[in-house]
T-cell receptor
Framework: GENVEQHPSTLSVQEGDSAVIKCTYSDSASNYFPWYKQELGKRPQLIID?????GEKKDQRIAVTLNKTAKHFSLHITETQPEDSAVYFCAASTADSSYKLIFGSGTRLLVRP | NAGVTQTPKFQVLKTGQSMTLQCAQD?????MSWYRQDPGMGLRLIHY???????DQGEVPNGYNVSRSTTEDFPLRLLSAAPSQTSVYFC?????????????FGDGTRLSIL
């Protein structure tokens, strides 16, 4: 079945710096890759997603890139702010038609003021 | 719209007890799913449903049952609670259709099994 690996598990950056989180997936038929942000004690919330027919997508300070050949995708946050501190999860859809998502294990991002 | 509503928010059970975690959505979403979240392990899919009357197993289905009698509701049943089921449980829903759509999560249920 699909497997998603996420790195790093923790990331500490200075406010204003960029942060990059990387994920690899195993199923070459996966075609949907969302990223979720989860603040402490809260629900996961979608921040950006990308489909397999697109190589890059950007939304203000957040961007996601997808390399289908290498089966990896990355989240880029520029000009980080303390409110970006949270746990970030990547996910990949499965190849069948059930719209299942397999999640990575998460990255705890700390933005130091 | 309330979105995805989960009840209860917190629950403590004794080993061997049974209970049902409730999940309801008011967005007319076809797809609903249950995840458990354990420290350092992300979100793992327990069961999912692609529409009323249709359910299937995810990654970690053992010890849990689901049913989907209506589009709105997708309850998760613990048949005989075990300490290993101590976790935070999230319900999510999304539109169906040809392509994947964003999943919307509820606030979660924190479950402790003693």
């Amino acid at each position: 079945g699909e497997n998603v690996e996420q790195h790093p598990s923790t990331l500490s950056v200075q406010e204003g710096d960029s942060a990059v989180i990387k994920c690899t997936y195993s199923d070459s038929a996966s075609n949907y890759f969302p990223w979720y942000k989860q603040e402490l004690g809260k629900r996961p919330q979608l921040i950006i997603d990308i489909r397999s027919n697109v190589g890059e997508k950007k939304d203000q300070r957040i961007a996601v890139t997808l390399n289908k050949t290498a089966k990896h995708f990355s989240l880029h946050i520029t000009e980080t702010q303390p409110e970006d501190s949270a746990v970030y999860f990547c996910a990949a859809s499965t190849a069948d038609s059930s719209y299942k998502l397999i999640f990575g294990s998460g990255t705890r991002l700390l933005v130091r003021p | 719209n309330a979105g995805v509503t989960q009840t209860p928010k917190f629950q403590v059970l004794k080993t061997g007890q049974s209970m049902t975690l409730q999940c309801a959505q008011d967005m007319n979403h076809e797809y609903m799913s249950w995840y458990r979240q354990d420290p350092g392990m992300g979100l793992r899919l327990i069961h999912y449903s692609v529409g009323a009357g249709i359910t299937d197993q995810g990654e970690v289905p053992n010890g849990y049952n689901v049913s989907r009698s209506t589009t709105e509701d997708f309850p998760l049943r613990l048949l005989s609670a075990a300490p290993s089921q101590t976790s935070v449980y999230f319900c999510a829903s999304s539109y169906g259709g040809i392509s994947n759509q964003p999943q919307h999560f509820g606030d979660g249920t924190r479950l402790s099994i003693l």
